[in-house]
C-alpha cells in the first residue's frame, strides 16, 4: 500500500516538473518569437526613414545647390523653405554639419550662423537637458558637429559624469571642436585620462580637431603638472611644425616620467639634424630601454658616423630592441657601418654576434630591391666588404630560359 502511495506522488511530481518544463520553453519560444518580430519592425523602420531621407534631400537638392552658389555673398543666407517635419530639419541640419567638416574659415563661420538661425543649435541645447542619454548623446555630437561654443560647460558636466566607454568619445569631440578656450580642451582631456587608459594617442587625435591656436595649446599641456596631459602634448607634436615648443622639449628628454622622457626624446631625435657627441653617449646609456632604442635607431638616418663605436657596443645590451636599432643604424651608416658590423659578426659572440649577422644577412638579401644606379652602387660596395670578411659564396649557375646551352662534348 505504501508503495502505491509512494509511487503515484513520485509520478505526480515528475508531471508537475515536465508542466513547468513545457512552460518554460513555451516562454522561451515566445520571447524568441517576439524578439525577431521586433527585429523584422525595426528593420522595416530603418528603411522607411531612410527612404524618407533620401525623399527628403531630393525635394530640398534646390536650396542645397543655392546654398553652395551664394557662400560667397556678403547678405545672410536664406533658412530653408516651407514648415519642416522633424526628420526633415534633421536631413537639413545633417547637410550643414557636413558642410562645416569640409569648409573652413568665412565658410565655415556662414554655415555655422546659419544652423543658429535656424534654431537648430537652441534645439539641441534644450534636449542636452532630456531624461534620456540617448537623446543627449545625439544633441552632444550635433552641437560640436555645429561648433556651438555655449555648449561646452553642460558638455563638460556630461563627461565628468559618465563611465568610461566608448560614447565618451562622442562627447569629448565636441567638446574640442566647440571650445573656444584652451582651458576648455585641456579640462576635457584631463577628465577623459582620469580614467587610467592608455589612451594619449587617441586623445591627441580628439585635441587636434580644436579650431584654437595649436601651438599655443601645446605649450600650454607640454607646461602642465600632470604626465598623461604632457604626454598627450608630446604626441600631438607629431607632424607638426612648432618651433616654440622646442626649448621645452629640450628640457622634457631629462624628465623622471620614463613615458614622457622616452616620447620627448622620439621628437628631440627626429627634429635635431645635428647631435652633440656628449648628447649621443647621454642618451645612449640612458636607464630606460626605449631611450637607448630611439636614440639608436635615429643615429643611422642622421648620418652620425661618428657614434659607429657607441652602436657597436649596443649590439651587446641587454634589450633586444635596442641591439636591432643599433644593427640597422649601422647598416645605414655607409661602408664604415657595415664593415663594423661585419667586424662585431667575425669577432664578437653571444647577443652580439647574433644581432650583427642577423643584420648583415637582412642586408645581402635586398640585392633585388635596389633599382637606382646609387643604390647598386652602394650595395656591391657592402657585398665585397662582406666577401672580405666571410668569404664568397659560388651562386648557383641559372639557365635563363629560352636560350639553348652552347658547348659540351660533340665527339659522340
Avoid at 620627448?264 to 642618451?283: C, F, G, H, M, R
Amino acid at each position: 500500500m505504501d508503495d502505491s502511495k509512494s509511487w503515484r506522488e513520485e509520478t505526480a511530481t515528475m508531471f508537475s516538473h515536465l508542466i513547468v518544463a513545457y512552460i518554460f520553453i513555451f516562454i522561451c519560444l515566445g520571447l524568441i518569437g517576439l524578439g525577431i518580430i521586433l527585429l523584422f519592425l525595426m528593420k522595416i523602420s530603418q528603411n522607411k526613414e531612410q527612404q524618407l531621407r533620401e525623399m527628403y534631400e531630393q525635394k530640398h537638392h534646390d536650396y542645397f545647390v543655392y546654398i553652395q552658389t551664394h557662400l560667397e555673398d556678403e547678405k545672410a543666407l536664406r533658412l530653408p523653405p516651407g514648415k519642416l517635419k522633424p526628420l526633415e530639419r534633421r536631413v537639413i541640419q545633417d547637410k550643414y554639419m557636413e558642410w562645416i567638416e569640409q569648409f573652413k574659415g568665412e565658410y565655415r563661420a556662414k554655415m555655422i550662423q546659419l544652423c543658429r538661425d535656424a534654431g537648430l543649435v537652441e534645439e539641441d541645447l534644450k534636449a542636452l537637458k532630456s531624461f534620456r542619454y540617448g537623446r543627449r548623446l545625439g544633441a552632444a555630437y550635433r552641437l560640436g558637429g555645429m561648433r556651438a561654443g555655449e555648449a561646452v560647460p553642460a558638455l563638460l558636466q556630461m563627461l565628468q559624469k559618465g563611465k568610461y566607454n566608448s560614447l565618451l568619445i562622442i562627447i569629448a569631440r565636441s567638446i574640442a571642436k566647440s571650445a573656444q578656450r584652451p582651458e576648455d580642451v585641456i579640462e576635457m582631456l584631463r577628465t577623459l585620462l582620469s580614467h587610467g587608459k592608455p589612451i594619449h594617442h587617441l586623445a591627441a587625435d580628439i585635441m587636434l580637431e580644436t579650431g584654437l591656436d595649436t601651438s599655443g595649446l601645446l605649450m600650454k599641456l607640454l607646461d602642465d603638472q600632470d604626465p598623461a596631459l604632457v604626454k598627450v602634448g608630446l604626441v600631438a607634436m607629431w607632424g607638426q611644425a612648432v618651433p616654440e615648443v622646442m626649448p621645452v622639449l629640450g628640457r622634457l628628454v631629462g624628465s623622471e616620467e620614463k613615458d614622457v622622457r622616452a616620447e620627448a626624446v622620439k621628437l628631440y631625435l627626429s627634429s635635431n639634424p645635428t647631435l652633440k657627441d656628449e648628447t649621443i653617449v647621454q642618451l645612449m646609456s640612458d636607464r630606460n630601454w626605449e631611450v637607448r632604442a630611439a636614440a639608436a635607431k635615429a643615429l643611422g638616418p642622421l648620418h652620425a658616423a661618428g657614434s659607429i663605436p657607441l652602436l657597436v657596443k649596443a649590439l651587446q645590451d641587454a634589450n633586444w630592441k635596442v641591439r636591432h636599432s643599433s644593427a640597422e643604424s649601422l647598416a645605414a651608416l655607409g661602408e664604415a657601418g657595415f664593415e663594423a658590423l661585419c667586424q662585431a659578426a667575425l669577432s664578437g659572440a653571444g647577443i652580439q654576434r647574433e644581432a650583427a649577422l642577423q643584420r648583415i644577412e637582412l642586408v645581402m638579401e635586398k640585392k633585388q630591391e635596389h633599382s637606382a644606379i646609387e643604390q647598386m652602387v652602394a650595395y656591391n660596395k657592402k657585398r665585397l666588404i662582406h666577401d672580405r670578411y666571410f668569404g664568397v659564396k659560388q651562386q648557383p649557375i641559372k639557365r635563363m630560359p629560352g636560350i639553348a646551352a652552347v658547348g659540351g662534348d660533340y665527339t659522340a
